[in-house]
Nanobody, 126 residues
Framework: QVQLVESGGGLVQAGGSLRLSCAASGRAFSSYAMGWFRQAPGKEREFVAAISSSGGFTNYADSVKGRFTISRDNAKNTVDLRMNSLKPEDTAVYYC???????????????????WGQGTQVTVSS
């Protein structure tokens, strides 16, 4: 069983920055691919960013490319999402997810992930 706990959400003005953090339990964290997804009201949960188990490979949704950066610290069992130049359309609940047996280096589909955090709200005001 893997537990994921997100933190760092909040209210920010458009153009501002936030950093989300996800703390994971489990001794095999360095073998997990990790991802961030988000869900806005009335919309489906969508892929935001993902990182390979080693941290050497990343992937981003087109909507956040160049503004968001995903990183991980395998010594601390954490994965972060640095969000810059935030826009009102980035408003959503953000979820951390773990793919404990990754079949691809950087999974981007919801179904590939096995464990999810409870989510953290990010609100960007215009």
């Amino acid at each position: 069983q893997v537990q994921l706990v997100e933190s760092g959400g909040g209210l920010v003005q458009a153009g501002g920055s936030l950093r989300l953090s996800c703390a994971a339990s489990g001794r095999a964290f360095s073998s997990y691919a990790m991802g961030w997804f988000r869900q806005a009201p009335g919309k489906e949960r969508e892929f935001v960013a993902a990182i390979s188990s080693s941290g050497g490979f990343t992937n981003y949704a087109d909507s956040v490319k160049g503004r968001f950066t995903i990183s991980r610290d395998n010594a601390k069992n954490t994965v972060d999402l640095r969000m810059n130049s935030l826009k009102p359309e980035d408003t959503a609940v953000y979820y951390c997810a773990a793919d404990v047996y990754p079949l691809v280096i950087v999974p981007t589909r919801r179904l590939e992930y096995d464990y999810w955090g409870q989510g953290t709200q990010v609100t960007v005001s215009s």
